[in-house]
């Protein structure tokens, strides 16, 4: 019996890409207005950071389970559910007060952005073969950044608008309009490529089983997470408010630090949504993937120690090269992980990046805070540039090995 033919990947990409850039207004909306509308949601300050981080905490616990779930079960169906239970995160926060339900609502978005993320990440590596996948891959994580930044920025002026209540069910309905167009139009997709493993010797083993390239893929992703999320974007409004001051002038207009902050953030996230792409198509023309890595890693080197130095020039450019560096490392590693996995494996192997991911992003924070009163502000900087230094030499030293093929 012949196989059915593989859908067109543009024809996968767009329900599924839509689908998670939508999912994301939701929280994005909540990290960009909830310390400013406890009132309106009914919850004191101090429990904001409970909730802002409690779905990356339970995330620790299910991205496993997920990955395995998704090389047992429909990755479709998989993929359409926890959309479906991202919408319902956001109506729990539109239509209640109170930390008890918002707590209920963060632990939902947690469960449903392991399965929205580990599956997308699932099926993408699965539509393409090494020689597109970095272009895929990197086309995925675009919508990615394209639902972070734009749901904050949305979620900021709609909140304006109509309030938090209603800002957050417009989110709700967004979700589950995503969700309906991957119901209706999303096709199951299983690969027939079953991946190069690393050794090549090794069909047979465990997902946990990591070869030298794999596990270096998972350290790039792990210290991407500890160093761009945790570290620099916890602490970007404390460098800018010490270094330019509460506010400063541009073009004749007063710009408070808080504008200046998250402006820069959102360039960060559009520069990452662009350097994904075209970094990933540009790795799928080179002899050895690792090549790209390391000059994606040279960035983030450069960036962070720019930014150490503190002065109004070196934070400009410092922070363009660190998010070119944070889309190249992120959509890289997921794309390495497809190469060098089975079908079986990939699933279980994206469950378990993720969660390194996460753990990052969540013990970046408190660590860079710990460190300021040893290191200072600085210090965190040339800490995480001397953590990407070690990937630059390993991933230069990667691509001077024959290609995994």
Same mark, same amino acid.
């Given at each position: 019996?012949?196989?059915?033919?593989?859908?067109?990947?543009?024809?996968?990409?767009?329900?599924?890409?839509?689908?998670?850039?939508?999912?994301?207004?939701?929280?994005?909306?909540?990290?960009?207005?909830?310390?400013?509308?406890?009132?309106?949601?009914?919850?004191?300050?101090?429990?904001?950071?409970?909730?802002?981080?409690?779905?990356?905490?339970?995330?620790?616990?299910?991205?496993?389970?997920?990955?395995?779930?998704?090389?047992?079960?429909?990755?479709?169906?998989?993929?359409?559910?926890?959309?479906?239970?991202?919408?319902?995160?956001?109506?729990?926060?539109?239509?209640?007060?109170?930390?008890?339900?918002?707590?209920?609502?963060?632990?939902?978005?947690?469960?449903?952005?392991?399965?929205?993320?580990?599956?997308?990440?699932?099926?993408?590596?699965?539509?393409?073969?090494?020689?597109?996948?970095?272009?895929?891959?990197?086309?995925?994580?675009?919508?990615?950044?394209?639902?972070?930044?734009?749901?904050?920025?949305?979620?900021?002026?709609?909140?304006?608008?109509?309030?938090?209540?209603?800002?957050?069910? @417009? +989110? #709700? =309905? /967004?979700?589950?309009?995503? *969700?309906?167009? &991957?119901? %209706? !139009?999303?096709?199951?997709?299983? $690969?027939?490529?079953?991946?190069?493993?690393?050794?090549?010797?090794?069909?047979?083993?465990?997902?946990?089983?990591?070869?030298?390239?794999?596990?270096?893929?998972?350290?790039?992703?792990?210290?991407?997470?500890?160093?761009?999320?945790?570290?620099?974007?916890?602490?970007?409004?404390?460098?800018?408010?010490?270094?330019?001051?509460?506010?400063?002038?541009?073009?004749?207009?007063?710009?408070?630090?808080?504008?200046?902050?998250?402006?820069?953030?959102?360039?960060?996230?559009?520069?990452?949504?662009?350097?994904?792409?075209?970094?990933?198509?540009?790795?799928?023309?080179?002899?050895?993937?690792?090549?790209? @890595? +390391? #000059? =994606? /890693?040279?960035?983030?080197? *450069?960036?962070? &120690?720019? %930014? !150490?130095?503190?002065?109004?020039? $070196?934070?400009?450019?410092?922070?363009?090269?660190?998010?070119?560096?944070?889309?190249?490392?992120?959509?890289?590693?997921?794309?390495?992980?497809?190469?060098?996995?089975?079908?079986?494996?990939?699933?279980?192997?994206?469950?378990?990046?993720?969660?390194?991911?996460?753990?990052?992003?969540?013990?970046?924070?408190?660590?860079?805070?710990?460190?300021?009163?040893?290191?200072?502000?600085?210090?965190?900087?040339?800490?995480?540039?001397?953590?990407?230094?070690?990937?630059?030499?390993?991933?230069?030293?990667?691509?001077?090995?024959?290609?995994?093929?």
């Amino acid at each position: 019996m012949n196989r059915p033919p593989t859908p067109s990947p543009w024809r996968i990409l767009i329900p599924l890409g839509l689908g998670t850039c939508l999912s994301l207004v939701g929280d994005a909306t909540l990290y960009a207005v909830l310390p400013t509308h406890t009132e309106a949601a009914g919850v004191s300050v101090a429990s904001v950071g409970i909730l802002l981080s409690a779905n990356r905490l339970v995330r620790l616990l299910v991205n496993g389970p997920a990955g395995v779930a998704y090389s047992r079960w429909s990755r479709r169906r998989l993929y359409v559910l926890a959309l479906f239970i991202g919408a319902l995160s956001s109506a729990i926060c539109a239509l209640s007060r109170g930390f008890w339900p918002l707590l209920v609502g963060r632990l939902l978005w947690g469960v449903s952005w392991a399965g929205i993320w580990i599956g997308g990440n699932v099926i993408v590596a699965e539509i393409s073969d090494r020689r597109e996948r970095g272009r895929w891959v990197g086309l995925y994580h675009g919508f990615f950044f394209l639902g972070a930044a734009g749901g904050a920025f949305v979620g900021g002026i709609l909140t304006d608008a109509v309030g938090y209540h209603g800002t957050m069910g @417009v +989110a #709700a =309905g /967004l979700t589950l309009f995503g *969700a309906l167009v &991957a119901q %209706l !139009s999303l096709p199951e997709v299983r $690969s027939g490529d079953d991946g190069v493993v690393d050794p090549p010797s090794a069909p047979a083993r465990s997902a946990l089983h990591l070869g030298p390239a794999t596990a270096a893929a998972f350290a790039l992703y792990g210290i991407n997470r500890l160093v761009v999320p945790g570290v620099l974007n916890a602490t970007l409004g404390l460098l800018l408010q010490q270094e330019v001051g509460p506010q400063i002038e541009i073009g004749g207009r007063t710009v408070g630090v808080a504008t200046l902050t998250g402006s820069s953030l959102g360039l960060s996230t559009l520069i990452a949504m662009a350097s994904a792409p075209i970094l990933g198509a540009l790795s799928d023309r080179t002899p050895n993937r690792w090549t790209v @890595v +390391a #000059a =994606g /890693l040279v960035a983030g080197v *450069a960036g962070f &120690a720019l %930014l !150490s130095v503190g002065a109004p020039w $070196s934070i400009l450019a410092g922070i363009p090269l660190t998010a070119l560096a944070s889309g190249s490392n992120q959509s890289q590693s997921v794309t390495l992980i497809g190469d060098l996995s089975t079908v079986d494996q990939r699933s279980k192997r994206l469950g378990l990046l993720f969660t390194l991911g996460d753990l990052g992003s969540a013990v970046g924070p408190p660590l860079a805070y710990a460190l300021i009163p040893l290191l200072g502000l600085r210090g965190n900087y040339v800490l995480s540039a001397a953590l990407l230094l070690p990937m630059f030499l390993t991933a230069l030293w990667f691509s001077r090995r024959r290609p995994e093929a």
